[in-house]
Nanobody, 118 residues
Framework: QVQLVESGGGLVQAGGSLRLSCAASGLTFSSCAVGWFRQAPGKERESVGVTRWSDSTNYADSVKGRFTISRDNAKNTVYLQMSSLKPDDTGVYYC????????????WGQGTQVTVSS
């Protein structure tokens, strides 16, 4: 059974930084794409970025240059380093994973709240 657990959320002032973690069990991250998503109150969920099995990464325009996704395959964990945070970055952040060498997300974490105060 696949389980993804996010951690690292919290309250931070604008301009600050946070690092989120997504730890997996029942799945080997090194062969999967792992994406980060967020959902703000009253808004639809949006993609923040993704890291693929090839170690390539892509980011939403709104976070480019501020957020970085990395992975530690030995720990089966993917990280989202967030810097220069803005109030608009507030929301629940989720990680999701695909099956090996696939593009469809089929496993999701429970989410972690990130609140950026102005």
């Amino acid at each position: 059974q696949v389980q993804l657990v996010e951690s690292g959320g919290g309250l931070v002032q604008a301009g600050g930084s946070l690092r989120l973690s997504c730890a997996a069990s029942g799945l080997t991250f090194s062969s999967c794409a792992v994406g980060w998503f967020r959902q703000a109150p009253g808004k639809e969920r949006e993609s923040v970025g993704v890291t693929r099995w090839s170690d390539s990464t892509n980011y939403a325009d709104s976070v480019k240059g501020r957020f970085t996704i990395s992975r530690d395959n030995a720990k089966n964990t993917v990280y989202l380093q967030m810097s220069s945070l803005k109030p608009d970055d507030t929301g629940v952040y989720y990680c999701a994973a695909t099956k090996p060498y696939s593009y469809e997300y089929n496993s999701w974490g429970q989410g972690t709240q990130v609140t950026v105060s102005s």
